[in-house]
């Protein structure tokens, strides 16, 4: 997922920002926050703070980030969790075991991280209900000792633990992109794994990308296909991701030609020519011809696209020329599909449906001699061996266990938002061509895997209201929200200021129930499953 930052607000101040006398203290060190104190204590730091303009009495200030790192900040979490005040403030207990199984994997020592991650229920016991814990740090849990098992090469242990998490928030992009990166690192396929990609890829359009290479491991080159093309069709924006400066926006194009390309294969190697051909033909017409060597005109962006566009085409030629090749193995022409193959020479895609066409087009040794060449069973898991230690190598342990949901206690902040003073809550639209909403979700104490979900209620609550029983997102965004202090017209500091989700939905009528390729939401099954979580008795009527 792509958590954007957006500054929700700027504030003019004349005077000094908070300050921070002498060195962190241990809690700081350890999580990064001040130590709890009582309201009596708070007080009395009122009247020094008042006489001497904020020079003394104020409280330690919070940091976005704890004041140390791996040994030096298991010792300084190992001071604070010996400190028996904790006994009245569990919830920071919580925090501070998490903080320190942070620490733990900085450290290299992953299994004493975990065995932190596992502490946080007892700390929770009686605070919180087995099922919001489950939904939060309960999954937060599982999926770290899914990336313990995978640096460990236990790719099965991994696979369910995360298949676990995933079932337990199945309306989290959050929790389904962690899912996704242990699963990505086996392509292995199965039901279970198909249908978590299945519901990443209803939750963000883009992330089918994902469900297609794994179906294409799991042999289902028909089903991969299907989502090839869809994506190949389906409205892009070549320059994604790029800063560009004001005033300037993304042409948004449709076609992209490896996804063509990729469908094209994905299509012939099911057998199925009479789909493929017409995506290799279009690929031939549209991309095929070299781009001119100087750009025409002085548009910029259209330059950027054009370059761009090209390198694509190059990209997916491997795919055509491989495809191509396929077709003529479906027709029984084995030497014209050897020759199309070999001009590729070294550059052959690494895709399964490319070791299976090097099996079929292959000489065969002659009588009574023995082939040295491995067989494409034995290169497909050669390839299938590296691209596992190629994930587990990239999987940073830190950042994984940094995006992970952290514990949650009861929210009930679904409402409308009716002022710009009101942190939490919906605002939303009709679409331009009147087919949907554009809904957008802020909450400013809410997780961000609790504003998702509330974006997907107001959803469902809206299809609801038109009539209709689906609805599928056709873009959305994600961003984490910052306060942000300035002086004198310069920023002097930020802090966070919770989350907020935008999305573009269309209404549609929900498929029968089980149908397993469907990237369509059930507008009933959403608000059964979520209302009774984040809306008051009344909310829940609707």
């Known amino acids: 997922m792509r958590l954007k930052s957006f500054l929700l607000a700027g504030v003019l101040t004349l005077g000094a920002g908070p300050v921070m006398a002498g060195e962190p203290s241990d809690w700081v060190r350890c999580d990064g926050l001040a130590k709890p104190e009582n309201v009596g204590v708070t007080l009395s730091r009122l009247v020094p703070a008042i006489m001497t303009a904020g020079l003394m009495g104020l409280p330690e200030a919070s940091r976005e980030e704890p004041a140390e790192q791996g040994a030096a900040g298991v010792k300084a979490c190992d001071t604070v969790l010996a400190d028996p005040m904790l006994d009245r403030y569990w919830a920071r207990k919580v925090s501070l075991l998490k903080a320190r199984a942070l620490h733990h994997i900085e450290a290299g020592d992953l299994d004493a991280g975990l065995a932190d991650l596992a502490a946080t229920h007892a700390a929770a016991a009686g605070n919180v209900d087995d099922a919001t814990y489950a939904r939060s740090l309960g999954a937060s849990t599982q999926l770290f000792e899914a990336a313990t098992q995978l640096k460990k ?43 978590v990609l299945t519901r990443v890829a209803a939750l963000e359009p883009d992330l089918r990308v994902a469900r297609a290479k794994s179906r294409e491991w799991g042999g289902q080159h028909a089903r991969a296909a299907a989502d090839w093309a869809a994506m190949a069709d389906s409205p892009t924006s070549p320059l994604a991701g790029v800063r560009l400066p004001r005033g300037m926006t993304l042409p948004t194009i449709t076609g992209d030609p490896v996804f063509m390309a990729r469908a094209a294969l994905a ?27 100087t750009p025409a005109g002085d548009d910029v962006m259209a330059n950027m696209v054009a370059r761009l566009r090209a390198e694509q085409a190059k990209n997916a030629q491997g795919f055509i020329t491989v495809a191509e090749a396929w077709t003529q193995v479906n027709d029984g022409k084995i030497d014209q599909a050897r020759a199309t193959l070999e001009t590729l020479g070294d550059r052959l895609p690494a895709t399964p449906a490319t070791l299976d066409l090097i099996e079929k087009v292959k000489r065969p040794t002659p009588a009574g001699m023995v082939s040295l060449a491995p067989s494409a069973s034995a290169q497909m898991e050669a390839l299938m061996n590296a691209d596992r230690a190629d994930a ?18 009861a929210d009930r ?15 939303d ?33 809206l299809t609801r209201e038109a009539g209709r029983t689906g609805f599928v997102i056709r873009k959305r965004a994600d961003y984490k929200q910052y306060m942000v202090q300035t002086m004198y017209g310069s920023e002097i500091s930020r802090s ?16 029968p129930a089980g149908a397993a390729d469907s990237l369509v939401f059930d507008a009933d099954k959403v608000w059964n499953d979520l209302s009774p979580i984040y809306t008051t008795p009344a909310q829940g009527k609707t």
């Open 267 to 293: 299509y012939a190697r099911a057998g199925d020519n009479a789909a493929a051909a017409p995506l290799i033909a279009r690929y031939k017409t549209d991309f095929a011809a070299p781009p001119p060597a």
């Open 153 to 195: 090469d236990r790719f099965d242990e991994a696979a369910a633990l995360a298949i676990k998490a995933a079932d337990a928030r199945p309306y989290s992009l959050e929790v389904g992109m962690a899912a996704v990166r242990i699963l990505d690192a086996d392509p292995r396929w199965s039901p279970d794994e198909d249908r």
């Open 429 to 461: 639209k009709k679409t331009a061509d009147g087919k949907g909403a554009s809904i957008e979700f802020s909450g400013a104490f809410s997780t961000h895997a609790a504003v998702e979900e509330m974006m997907l209620l107001r959803a469902a609550q």
């Open 413 to 427: 902040s679904y409402s409308k938002q009716s002022a710009w003073f009101k942190p939490n809550g919906f605002k």
């Open 496 to 511: 966070p200021n919770g989350f907020k989700t935008t999305a573009e939905i269309e209404f549609v009528d929900a498929p």
């Open 392 to 409: 587990a190598r990239r999987l940073d342990p830190k950042s994984f266990a940094k995006a992970l949901p952290p514990l949650e206690r």
